[in-house]
């Protein structure tokens, strides 16, 4: 059994930053991370993925070019690295822990954190 804990998560205005982390705890060995977002009123998204050893990142494209997904295996900590942020990527993010890598479905993740709300003004 995977627990994830997200932090990071605050008020910001348009154009600032926010960096979100999420610590793992349990089997996380050699398995992709990534995280989703799910603002009122709407399905849970996709928003990045890393591979296990962090080589390889996919993006969605509403946040490609704006928002970098790290990882530190040492400290099984997954990180997303958010700039130029907007009012609608205010949300829920969720961290997740894959099954199969570059999955951008739900389904393909079998661990969930709690989520952290990041609030975007204009």
Not at 86 to 111: F, H, M, N, Q
Request: hydrophobic content about 30%; glycine content about 12%; overall charge positive.
């Amino acid at each position: 059994q995977v627990q994830l804990v997200e932090s990071g998560g605050g008020l910001v205005q348009a154009g600032g930053s926010l960096r979100l982390s999420c610590t793992a705890s349990g089997r996380t060995f050699r398995r992709p991370m990534a995280w989703f977002r799910q603002a009122p009123g709407k399905e849970r998204e996709f928003v990045a993925t890393i591979h296990w050893n962090g080589d390889r990142t996919y993006y969605s494209d509403s946040v490609e070019g704006r928002f970098t997904i790290s990882r530190d295996n040492a400290k099984n900590t997954v990180y997303l690295q958010m700039t130029s942020l907007k009012p609608e990527d205010t949300a829920v993010y969720y961290c997740a822990i894959g099954l199969l890598w570059r999955t951008t479905d739900r389904s393909g993740y079998d661990g969930w954190g709690q989520g952290t709300q990041v609030t975007v003004s204009s």
